[in-house]
């Protein structure tokens, strides 16, 4: 074979090599096409699987923040049960003032029976709750809108007419609790009730 042979041979060799590596070449984005779709349709597949998880916790978080509200409320519901027992109680045998039990007790009574539905709320979902829940907000506020006119106002207003001021302790006590209750009230009120007005019983 002669050297020209050999080197037409070796180029053509080249040549071949140099093709096929340029097809290889042409072939290589068509290649990377195809990855960077997979990566798409993977990418997509986990912004669903995303958006999926984000709406079933925002539903978990609107759950979580009922079940808080219903606590507050019932803790709300004890609270002034307990202020009006025994703060407003004990205030009033400070002042040597009668205290109209067969009146308290039809109140406390009244706060006892709005935890009972309150506490069944915890176990049920949707409207009923929504419903139930408002009624009960309307009904405390009106309880104690009744302690306010028959029980509170009386005796403060006992109080201030008195030349030789009584033993203020357990009336002090009772003031501070009953209004940072009524301010957490309105706080309630404002969440899930918001014309509802608490604070013109507050104890000035």
Same mark, same amino acid.
């Given at each position: 074979?002669?050297?020209?042979?050999?080197?037409?041979?070796?180029?053509?060799?080249?040549?071949?090599?140099?093709?096929?590596?340029?097809?290889?070449?042409?072939?290589?984005?068509?290649?990377?096409?195809?990855?960077?779709?997979?990566?798409?349709?993977?990418?997509?597949?986990?912004?669903?699987?995303?958006?999926?998880?984000?709406?079933?916790?925002?539903?978990?978080?609107?759950?979580?923040?009922?079940?808080?509200?219903?606590?507050?409320?019932?803790?709300?519901? $004890?609270?002034?049960?307990?202020?009006?027992? $025994?703060?407003?109680?004990?205030?009033?045998?400070?002042?040597?003032?009668?205290?109209?039990?067969?009146?308290?007790?039809?109140?406390?009574?009244?706060?006892?029976?709005?935890?009972?539905?309150?506490?069944?709320?915890?176990?049920?979902?949707?409207?009923?709750?929504?419903?139930?829940?408002?009624?009960?907000?309307?009904?405390?506020?009106?309880?104690?809108?009744?302690?306010?006119?028959?029980?509170?106002?009386?005796?403060?207003?006992?109080?201030?007419?008195?030349?030789?001021?009584?033993?203020?302790?357990?009336?002090?006590?009772?003031?501070?609790?009953?209004?940072?209750?009524?301010?957490?009230?309105?706080?309630?009120?404002?969440?899930?009730?918001?014309?509802?007005?608490?604070?013109?019983?507050?104890?000035?």
């Amino acid at each position: 074979m002669s050297e020209q042979e050999t080197r037409t041979e070796e180029e053509l060799e080249g040549q071949e090599a140099g093709d096929s590596g340029q097809n290889q070449r042409q072939e290589d984005p068509i290649g990377d096409l195809s990855e960077l779709e997979k990566i798409k349709k993977e990418l997509e597949a986990e912004k669903a699987k995303a958006a999926k998880e984000l709406k079933e916790g925002e539903e978990e978080d609107e759950d979580l923040r009922e079940v808080d509200y219903l606590q507050k409320l019932i803790t709300l519901s $004890v609270q002034f049960d307990h202020h009006v027992g $025994v703060y407003l109680m004990a205030g009033y045998i400070d002042c040597g003032l009668k205290y109209n039990h067969l009146l308290a007790e039809s109140y406390l009574k009244h706060l006892g029976s709005i935890q009972g539905f309150l506490r069944l709320l915890e176990k049920v979902d949707g409207v009923t709750r929504e419903t139930v829940t408002k009624d009960c907000i309307i009904r405390l506020r009106n309880v104690i809108q009744e302690i306010h006119k028959n029980l509170v106002k009386p005796v403060y207003k006992e109080v201030s007419l008195m030349k030789k001021k009584p033993n203020m302790e357990n009336l002090d006590n009772f003031k501070r609790e009953w209004n940072e209750r009524l301010n957490d009230l309105q706080e309630a009120c404002d969440f899930e009730y918001q014309i509802l007005d608490v604070k013109r019983f507050l104890v000035e």
